[in-house]
C-alpha cells in the first residue's frame, strides 16, 4: 500500500497503513480480530491516528461479542433495520433509553440480560415467519396494497393526520387471510394487539415511511392476491364494517395489550 504517514517516530522512516490479523485475550475470551495501522518496514513499530484507534476498539468489542455469543453492533443495525424499527422504536419496545441502543450499535459491549432483551425484541430468526408471515416485510409493497385497496373502495385509506385506524384493518385481513390460504402474508408485516383492533407494530414510525412509499416499487400483486382484496372488499366495504369485524376476532381478542399476534392464528379469522 501506498505511504500516508511518512516518518517512523523512531527511525525516521517512512511509514506504510497495513492491514493485520491480531489475537489477544479480551475479558477472559481470546478474539480475533483485523487491525489497520501505519507501519515502519524497518523498525516495525505501528502507529494509529484517533480514528483508527476509535474503530479497532469497536472492532474489538465486536470480535468479542461474536465470540461471546452476544449480538454485534451491526448486527443489532441489521436486525433493527430488517423489522423497521427506529432506534427509538427499539428502545421503547425494550423498555430502555434510545442511548442504549446508539451505544450498543456504537460499540458499547450489551450484558447477557440486555442480549437476550434485543433478541426477543426482534423475535430472532426461529419466530420470523410466525410474525411476518413467511415473507419479509416490504413498506412497498403495504403502500401497494393500499392503493389498491383504494381503487376498490374508491376513497382514500390513508388521510392527513390518520393513524391507519381503518387502513391497518383492511391490511391485517389481507395478510391474514392470503396466509391461511397461500401459506404467505402478502407484506410481510406484523401487527400487534391494541385497544383499537389489530395494528401495525410500530405504526408510529412507520406511516410516514408508507405514505412516503412508491407502491410501484413493491413486488406485484398476483392474481389469487388481488382475488383475496376483492374478497375482504366486497364483504366491508365501508371501513367502519372492517373496524367493527376485527374486534369480533378471537386472534385479536385473545391477546394481552401490545402482544403479537402470530400468523400461525391465521387459520382461526371468522370474518372471511
Same mark, same amino acid.
Given at each position: 500500500m501506498?505511504a500516508? #504517514?511518512?516518518y517512523?517516530?523512531v527511525c525516521? #522512516?517512512?511509514?506504510?497503513?497495513?492491514a493485520m490479523n491480531?489475537?489477544?485475550v479480551?475479558r477472559?475470551v481470546?478474539?480475533n480480530?483485523k487491525?489497520h495501522?501505519?507501519v515502519c518496514?524497518?523498525c %516495525?513499530i505501528?502507529?494509529?491516528?484517533?480514528?483508527q484507534t +476509535?474503530k479497532i476498539? *469497536?472492532?474489538i468489542s465486536d +470480535?468479542?461479542?461474536?465470540a +461471546?455469543g452476544?449480538l454485534t453492533?451491526?448486527?443489532?443495525?441489521?436486525? &433493527?433495520n &430488517?423489522f423497521?424499527?427506529?432506534?427509538?422504536?427499539l428502545?421503547?419496545?425494550?423498555?430502555v433509553g434510545?442511548?442504549?441502543?446508539?451505544r450498543?450499535?456504537?460499540?458499547?459491549?450489551?450484558s447477557?440480560?440486555?442480549? %437476550?432483551a434485543l433478541?426477543?425484541?426482534?423475535?430472532n430468526?426461529?419466530?420470523?415467519n410466525t410474525?411476518?408471515g413467511?415473507?419479509k416485510?416490504s413498506i412497498?409493497?403495504v %403502500?401497494?396494497?393500499i392503493?389498491?385497496?383504494?381503487?376498490?373502495? *374508491? &376513497?382514500h385509506?390513508?388521510?392527513k393526520?390518520?393513524?391507519?385506524l381503518f387502513?391497518a384493518?383492511y391490511?391485517?385481513?389481507?395478510?391474514?387471510?392470503?396466509?391461511r390460504?397461500?401459506g404467505?402474508?402478502?407484506?410481510?408485516?406484523?401487527? +400487534?394487539?391494541l385497544p383499537y383492533?389489530?395494528?401495525?407494530n410500530?405504526y408510529r414510525?412507520?406511516i410516514?415511511l408508507?405514505?412516503?412509499a412508491n407502491?410501484k416499487? @413493491?413486488?406485484?400483486?398476483n392474481?389469487e392476491e *388481488?382475488n383475496i382484496?376483492? &374478497?375482504?372488499?366486497k364483504?366491508?366495504?365501508?371501513?367502519?364494517?372492517v373496524?367493527?369485524a376485527?374486534h369480533l376476532?378471537?386472534?385479536w *381478542?385473545?391477546?394481552t395489550?401490545?402482544?403479537?399476534?402470530?400468523?400461525?392464528?391465521?387459520s382461526?379469522?371468522? @370474518?372471511?
Amino acid at each position: 500500500m501506498a505511504a500516508l #504517514k511518512e516518518y517512523c517516530p523512531v527511525c525516521n #522512516k517512512g511509514m506504510k497503513l497495513t492491514a493485520m490479523n491480531k489475537n489477544m485475550v479480551f475479558r477472559g475470551v481470546e478474539i480475533n480480530y483485523k487491525d489497520h495501522a501505519y507501519v515502519c518496514p524497518d523498525c %516495525k513499530i505501528e502507529v494509529g491516528t484517533t480514528e483508527q484507534t +476509535a474503530k479497532i476498539q *469497536k472492532t474489538i468489542s465486536d +470480535a468479542y461479542r461474536k465470540a +461471546a455469543g452476544l449480538l454485534t453492533g451491526e448486527e443489532i443495525r441489521e436486525n &433493527r433495520n &430488517r423489522f423497521g424499527l427506529s432506534q427509538k422504536a427499539l428502545a421503547d419496545k425494550m423498555t430502555v433509553g434510545i442511548a442504549s441502543i446508539k451505544r450498543w450499535e456504537g460499540g458499547i459491549i450489551q450484558s447477557k440480560s440486555m442480549d %437476550k432483551a434485543l433478541r426477543n425484541a426482534f423475535w430472532n430468526s426461529e419466530h420470523e415467519n410466525t410474525y411476518t408471515g413467511n415473507r419479509k416485510f416490504s413498506i412497498s409493497r403495504v %403502500k401497494l396494497v393500499i392503493k389498491y385497496f383504494e381503487e376498490l373502495l *374508491k &376513497r382514500h385509506l390513508l388521510l392527513k393526520g390518520d393513524k391507519m385506524l381503518f387502513a391497518a384493518k383492511y391490511l391485517w385481513y389481507a395478510d391474514f387471510v392470503a396466509h391461511r390460504e397461500t401459506g404467505k402474508s402478502m407484506t410481510g408485516a406484523t401487527y +400487534a394487539a391494541l385497544p383499537y383492533g389489530p395494528q401495525f407494530n410500530n405504526y408510529r414510525e412507520l406511516i410516514d415511511l408508507i405514505k412516503k412509499a412508491n407502491g410501484k416499487e @413493491g413486488e406485484p400483486l398476483n392474481l389469487e392476491e *388481488k382475488n383475496i382484496l376483492e &374478497r375482504i372488499t366486497k364483504v366491508f366495504p365501508a371501513p367502519r364494517k372492517v373496524y367493527d369485524a376485527s374486534h369480533l376476532e378471537s386472534i385479536w *381478542k385473545k391477546r394481552t395489550i401490545g402482544e403479537i399476534i402470530p400468523y400461525s392464528d391465521s387459520s382461526e379469522l371468522k @370474518g372471511l
